[in-house]
């Protein structure tokens, strides 16, 4: 097979994976291996942004590898990475800092979606978090970045900067990106409100068990106007009928939807089907994960392979920037 281009994607290391990070990231991961050639990042430097305490950096780095193995991720192919562990990455950030306007990175929405969020820490690096994303993609001269709409600012950013460079420079040894967008329906957490999230602690995990899956099911929000059993629900509004629409037969969906409307089914019934094809589609991925968990060290094999492979790449671009730049 030839590729028909390189993609790159980074993801911060949140540590075990959720629903909302497989329909909306990983199971893309998956599929874009069998027709490009893929690297993907955790990207730890950008966790950094925002960690209060980085306690945990290594070991959620580490779990997030593993889930992302046990989802389908071919280490044999695809290289996959802790971005830290190839540190030409912040070399290149300082570099293309210099043909950044600062008012491009202050007026950016997710910058200043930082700033609401944590006024205590408008960090440095939080401005140069966009800077530190163009230099992960160009490093690695990818022409092809999957990310959801919320990352779109940043893409256009990087083409940006990736233009300006190679003017400044008289250069063309930055590729341009190009943006695969992604337009997965925003994963709703059991709260019945927010985005799935592990900070809001409205998540279902992938590695999570049959029991604890049927536990958080259990408790999802479901239509907050149906109080009463025999109160009609509307399918619609129900994120619990949002997750049947991914994971139960059309069938099922058919009639849970009939059924819901006319009160012929109850949300603990409907729930219960939730659970019982939830658990079914997870298992083999829950199956993969306890297998390659047994041996500890083979993710940390497969983050070294990575870092190599990486590694090699980036020098490579980093010897060809020096030269454009005019660096010794
Ligand atoms: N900014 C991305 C996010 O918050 C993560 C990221 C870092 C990334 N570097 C990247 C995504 C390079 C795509 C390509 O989700």
Redesign the pocket.
């Known amino acids: 097979m030839t590729p028909k281009g390189r993609v ?5 290391p949140t540590g075990r994976q959720h629903l909302g990070n497989y329909l909306g990231a990983i199971q893309n991961y998956v599929a874009l291996q069998d027709e490009y050639e893929c690297i993907y ?1 955790i ?1 730890d430097l ?1 966790a950094l942004t925002t960690l209060e305490s980085t306690e945990d950096l290594r070991q959620n780095s580490v779990e997030m590898a593993l889930d992302w193995l046990a989802a389908g991720i071919r280490p044999e192919e695809t290289i996959m990475f802790i ?1 830290s562990q190839v540190p030409e990455v912040t070399e290149l950030h300082t570099i293309l800092s210099m043909v950044t306007p600062l008012g491009k990175l202050t007026d950016l929405p ?1 910058f200043k979606e930082k700033v609401r969020q944590q006024p205590h820490n408008v960090n440095y690096g939080l401005v140069g ?2 800077v ?3 230099a ?2 160009v490093l690695y001269k ?1 022409n092809l ?4 709409v ?2 779109a600012p ?2 256009e950013f990087a083409r940006e900067v990736v233009r300006s460079f190679n003017y400044r420079f008289k250069t063309n040894v930055l590729i341009e990106p190009e943006m695969i967008s992604t337009e997965y329906p925003k994963v709703i957490g059991i709260d019945g409100v927010q985005k799935m999230s592990k900070s809001l602690n409205n998540h279902i995990e992938l590695a999570a068990t049959p029991a604890e899956t049927r536990q958080k099911v259990m408790q999802m929000v479901t239509d907050p106007q149906r109080k009463r059993r025999s109160d009609p629900g509307r399918p619609e509004v129900c994120n619990v009928f949002s997750f049947h629409k991914v994971f139960s037969t059309p069938q099922q969906v058919q009639e849970i939807d009939r059924e819901c409307r006319i009160a012929g089914i109850g949300c603990v019934d409907c729930k219960k089907i939730l659970v019982e094809n939830l658990n079914r589609h997870l298992e083999p991925f829950r199956h993969r994960r306890a297998e390659l968990s047994r041996d500890p060290q083979f993710v940390l094999d497969v983050l070294q392979n990575g870092k190599e492979r990486a590694a090699l790449i980036a020098r490579q671009t980093m010897a060809e920037v020096r030269d454009a730049v005019g660096l010794p």
Do not use: E, K, N, W
């Not at 790159?8 to 911060?12: I, L, P, T, V, Y």
């Open positions: 790159f994607s980074g993801a911060r990042c990207v950008h971005q997710t978090y966009p530190l994303m163009t992960d993609i990818a970045v999957p990310v959801g919320d990352q940043h893409l």
